[in-house]
């Protein structure tokens, strides 16, 4: 096969993948939108598109973007550290799983409009976001990485004893290698939680520059268009933020050939 | 001398080592054959520490290093990092010297996947021969790998000076060693005692 005829399977594959079923769903939603026939209740793609494009000519737009990004990212960051860090302890010592595990448990089955309003009692406007993106995201790393120690092959826990490998070296060169799959796993999922949980944070807790901020705007002045197009902006930064992740953790993964 | 004095193994409901005792010295290369299952990996097993016995004791010269009778190898290493994994950082420069032993020089660079199980087999070998010793416990070091390479491997081995309790099948390397132990079971005895 040469590089050419390659090059076009690769293409054909995008198109069959991707486009055709975009296409295909815009055009339901244009459909569905002529049939509603209210901008109000259901804008069009052009109408939405249109509205965004606008958007992303104000300073504002870009600027609610990336600190809405920055909030919601830090805290899939520190919520996956600590989680992974919490499932560590648990499998390291029994009387840890003992404490923690009920905990998570509890977080994990909280609803978010709770953990929203409490922190919000508790701590600064700006970091409620964050904070309850970290307590969506913890849970979800947590079990993924106990359930990758978990499975750690035995037998190469034993060759290391052995072989007179110190904690850190097994750490390094067991137990981050067989977890890494599932890490990726969770992280993907967790993403997903992250932008649900953090956008939603800040339409009930209005930091000062935020995407939710624009979402609850847009809601009061009656500007549909405007909500669907800030949807459409998370979409955009969750796709983006997911694949980002997604090619660090191939890459790694190829690198450690796990 | 190497000894272990009355250890007994059970699992479950199964006896493999009953009262089992075996002396030999600390020098040369000392093999165990026996037909599968009759306990011989249980006992370096026991030897290197890796299973409690119900009863009994073993008298040991110092640390020992076991090979396993899987590979036991890191996906995820390359083969020279293999060795370096379980070298000190002061004999990290080591790394080709094993791998020469084992025939493997020139592979620092590949994966597990890349190799040949008698490759692997050779890889496990020399991490074990590596990590060091005063007793070397071999179970079968040389599966898969063929007769004329395993007779240049073991007298390379025997050139180390380190005691060395292998286990075997094969006749070519049988016939290499100081002594061998004809065993049967379980539970694991001696031949015609």
């Not at chain 1, 009061?220 to 660090?248: C, M, N, Q, R």
Request: proline content about 6%.
């Amino acid at each position: 096969m040469t590089p050419s005829t390659t090059s076009r399977n690769r293409i054909g594959a995008r198109i069959r993948n991707v486009v055709i079923p975009l296409a295909f769903w815009l055009g339901v939603w244009q459909l569905a939108a002529l049939w509603v026939g209210k901008q109000l209740l259901l804008p069009g793609p052009l109408a939405v598109a249109a509205r965004l494009w606008e958007l992303a000519g104000t300073a504002v737009f870009w600027r609610s973007a990336l600190m809405s990004l920055g909030r919601i990212f830090g805290g899939f960051a520190a919520g996956a550290a600590l989680g992974a860090l919490l499932a560590a302890l648990t499998c390291a010592q029994p009387w840890a799983g003992r404490l923690i595990a009920p905990a998570v448990k509890v977080i994990r089955a909280t609803p978010v409009a709770s953990f929203i309003v409490l922190v919000l009692l508790w701590a600064p406007t700006g970091r409620v976001p964050a904070v309850v993106s970290a307590l969506m995201v913890l849970p979800v790393l947590w079990g993924n990485v106990c359930k990758g120690i978990g499975q750690t092959d035995p037998k190469l826990l034993e060759a290391a004893g052995a072989y007179r490998f110190s904690t850190g070296k097994k750490l390094r060169l067991i137990y981050v290698p067989c977890a890494l799959p599932y890490v990726a796993s969770g992280c993907a999922t967790a993403l997903g939680l992250a932008w649900k949980a953090g956008v939603a944070a800040e339409v009930l807790c209005q930091p000062a520059l935020a995407i939710g901020k624009e979402l609850y705007r847009a809601k009061i002045t009656l500007d549909t268009p405007a909500l669907f197009a800030w949807t459409a902006a998370v979409i955009a930064l969750s796709f983006v933020l997911e694949y980002a992740l997604g090619f660090l953790f191939r890459r790694w993964g190829k690198e450690a050939r796990v | 001398m190497i000894s272990v004095s009355d250890i007994t193994v059970c699992f479950a409901e199964k006896t493999v080592l009953d009262g089992f005792s075996l002396a030999v010295p600390e020098q040369g290369i000392t093999a165990l054959s026996g037909p599968s299952g009759c306990g011989k990996t249980t006992l370096l097993r026991v030897v290197a520490g890796l299973q409690k016995p119900q009863a009994g004791t073993a008298s040991l010269p110092g640390p020992v290093s076991l090979l396993f009778q899987e590979d036991r190898l890191l996906p995820w290493r390359t083969v020279g990092q293999h060795i370096t994994d379980v070298l000190p950082k002061a004999r990290r420069g080591e790394v080709g010297r094993w791998l020469e032993l084992v025939e493997l020089a020139g592979e620092q660079a590949r994966y597990p996947a890349q190799l040949s199980g008698g490759m692997g087999r050779r890889l496990a070998l020399a991490r074990c021969l590596a990590c060091g010793g005063a007793l070397l416990l071999l179970d079968e070091p040389f599966a898969g790998v063929d007769a004329q390479r395993a007779g240049r491997i073991l007298a390379r081995i025997r050139a180390l000076g380190t005691p060395v309790l292998l286990t075997s099948h094969q006749e070519a390397v049988l016939s290499r060693c100081d002594r061998v132990l004809a065993l049967e079971g379980p539970p694991l005895r001696q031949k015609n005692r």
